[in-house]
């Protein structure tokens, strides 16, 4: 079964990453105050980043490899500048590795 993995704006600026196998009920899940708690209290959330993986599996990974990145590597991801992904990951102290969990090229 393939799954999502999604990043959320919520209204304070702040960001919820999560993963899914059907991402627009769980979207609708969030803003009806019935998906996580910390998006219950930052309704309304919309979706700034999604992508499909094959397997449910390899959504969550890559969840919580973004859980473990600096809110700068989240925006960077968001706006597709991958050459900012790349740079913020070599940087000393980034955390978390490559998207899909490569890591950054030399």
Same mark, same amino acid.
């Given at each position: 079964?393939?799954?999502?993995?999604?990043?959320?704006?919520?209204?304070?600026?702040?960001?919820?990453?999560?993963?899914?196998?059907?991402?627009?009920?769980?979207?609708?899940?969030?803003?009806?105050?019935?998906?996580?708690?910390?998006?219950?209290?930052?309704?309304?959330?919309?979706?700034?980043?999604?992508?499909?993986?094959?397997?449910?599996?390899?959504?969550?990974?890559?969840?919580?490899?973004?859980?473990?990145?600096?809110?700068?590597?989240?925006?960077?991801?968001?706006?597709?500048?991958?050459?900012?992904?790349?740079?913020?990951?070599?940087?000393?102290? +980034?955390?978390?590795?490559?998207?899909?969990? +490569?890591?950054?090229?030399?």
């Amino acid at each position: 079964m393939s799954g999502y993995v999604y990043i959320l704006e919520c209204s304070d600026g702040s960001y919820y990453v999560g993963s899914t196998v059907d991402l627009e009920r769980r979207v609708n899940e969030h803003n009806d105050g019935k998906g996580a708690a910390y998006t219950s209290r930052r309704r309304p959330v919309r979706v700034v980043f999604s992508e499909q993986f094959p397997t449910v599996e390899e959504a969550y990974r890559l969840e919580k490899r973004i859980q473990g990145w600096s809110r700068g590597k989240r925006r960077a991801l968001i706006d597709g500048d991958f050459d900012l992904l790349r740079d913020l990951a070599r940087r000393p102290g +980034a955390r978390g590795k490559g998207i899909g969990g +490569a890591e950054p090229a030399p």
